[in-house]
């Protein structure tokens, strides 16, 4: 029996590792063991509660407005002590958080192999996403395994000087875990306007605190005066630079309805009832093309550029007059609406969890 070792820090890596988890759990030769750094407390929960996955050890890391070096240093601490006791065979983790980077540049220092899932992903620019795009680049420098969600990804590692043969397109697991969730019953229990179209909005990126989240809140309070025809629902992230902010500038307009963080089931449903989504998170770039819906994206640049080529997600920045004038367009322009709200699948086809199980299969096989 081999011991793989899944690792989970944040809400979008419980996401896109849960299928992940769930595949590994039907191989025979694996005792899969699941490890929360709980970078993120109530979001990991309510997904990992989702799932129906419990860790085997919770490191309870989470610490109110945490800082990144604090973050880095209890975490190198704590997996140090995870990976003397657990001895794992192989680790795996997704992504770009800290959690991520922590546990390859670990895996390295104990010479475990290390399986980097949504490999490749760049916008060749350190700042953007801040400290994002670092922690992917050290993900992949110390990966033994890169699970390159699309071909584009495959192309980014290729460029690093990653080895053809280290590099498996896989599909993103997010579309794995939209396809078994869409399938459940759905139910979004915030009372809202039926008569109202609904503009869903999430924010939390690091590099817009301060000002440009300021921007993005003054754009979207106007928006909603201009427009008393809509409903915007927007799950407040819990990291006080944003709850904060946001509280204060939108706390008041009626037509904004502020709240805490969705479970992840009621949150696909507000997606699915959007008539569009401003938001300048990952996962929501890839799952909404899939529901058809068009997102205005609040960053300058991205490392998924799927959704943007094929026209049904825009760039808009924190960008006061961009963020109007692109949300406007979509509302009173049916024939812009359209072009952007078809229904696309550039991240994955479902089996993404499933392809990164069998290279582990064939890989721990041949070592029989
Ligand atoms: C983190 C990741 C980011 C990812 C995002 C997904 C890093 C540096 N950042 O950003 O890449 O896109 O998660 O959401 O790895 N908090 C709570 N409860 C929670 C979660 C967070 O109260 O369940 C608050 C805490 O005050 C915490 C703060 O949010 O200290 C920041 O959490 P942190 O994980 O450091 O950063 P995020 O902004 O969530
Ligand atoms: N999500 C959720 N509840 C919410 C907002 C988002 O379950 O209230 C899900 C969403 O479906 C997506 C993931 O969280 O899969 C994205 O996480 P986040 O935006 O926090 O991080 P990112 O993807 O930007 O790293």
Redesign the pocket.
């Known amino acids: 029996m081999k011991k793989i070792l899944c690792v989970v820090g944040?809400?979008?890596?419980a996401?896109?590792m849960a299928p992940v988890i769930l595949a590994l759990k039907n191989e025979p030769w694996v005792d899969v063991r699941v490890l929360a750094t709980a970078q993120h407390r109530h979001?990991l929960d309510?997904?990992m509660n989702f799932f129906g996955i419990d860790p085997d050890i919770d490191l309870n890391i989470m610490r109110p407005n945490q800082d990144l070096t604090t973050l880095t240093a209890r975490l190198m601490l704590e997996l140090d002590d995870v990976f003397l006791s657990e001895k794992p065979d192989a680790v795996l983790a997704q992504?770009?958080?800290t959690t991520v980077m922590t546990v390859a540049l670990a895996c390295f220092y104990h010479r475990i192999p290390f399986g980097h899932v949504e490999a490749g992903l760049r916008t060749w620019d350190m700042q953007n996403p801040f400290p994002?795009e670092m922690n992917r680049v050290i993900a992949g420098r110390l990966a033994q395994w890169h699970f390159a969600p699309t071909e584009s990804s495959r192309q980014n590692l290729l460029r690093e000087g990653i080895e053809d043969k280290d590099i498996v397109v896989t599909g993103n697991t997010?579309i794995d875990?939209?396809l078994m969730t869409a399938v459940k019953d759905l139910h979004l229990d915030i009372e809202l306007d039926d008569s109202s179209r609904l503009i869903l909005v999430?924010s939390?990126?690091r590099e817009n605190f301060g000002e440009p989240f300021r921007n993005i809140c003054r754009a979207l309070k106007t928006l909603a005066d201009n427009n008393p025809d809509i409903q915007i629902l927007y799950?407040v992230?819990p990291n006080p630079n944003v709850k904060d902010v946001a509280y204060e500038m939108l706390g008041t307009t009626t037509n904004i309805i502020l709240?805490?963080?969705?479970?992840?089931a009621?949150?696909?449903a507000?997606?699915k009832k959007a008539y569009f989504i401003i938001?300048?998170?990952?996962?929501?770039?890839?799952?909404a093309p899939a529901l058809g819906k068009p997102v205005l994206v609040l960053r300058d640049e991205t490392e998924r550029p799927e959704a943007v080529d094929c026209g049904v997600v825009k760039l808009v920045g924190p960008n006061y007059e961009r963020i109007l004038l692109e949300a406007q367009i979509l509302l009173d322009d049916e024939e812009a609406y359209k072009s952007m709200a078809r229904g696309v699948s550039p991240y994955g086809d479902g089996k993404g969890s499933e392809r990164i199980a069998t290279v582990l299969r064939d890989y721990f096989k041949s070592k029989l």
């Not at 944040?10 to 890596?13: A, F, I």
């Not at 709240?259 to 992840?264: G, I, K, Q, S, V």
């Not at 938001?279 to 799952?287: A, H, K, L, M």
């Open positions: 944040t809400r979008p890596e996401i896109k979001m309510q997904v992504g770009d958080t994002e997010v875990a939209l999430t939390h990126r799950p992230h709240c805490e963080p969705l479970d992840y009621p949150f696909i507000a997606m938001s300048d998170s990952g996962g929501v770039q890839e799952e």
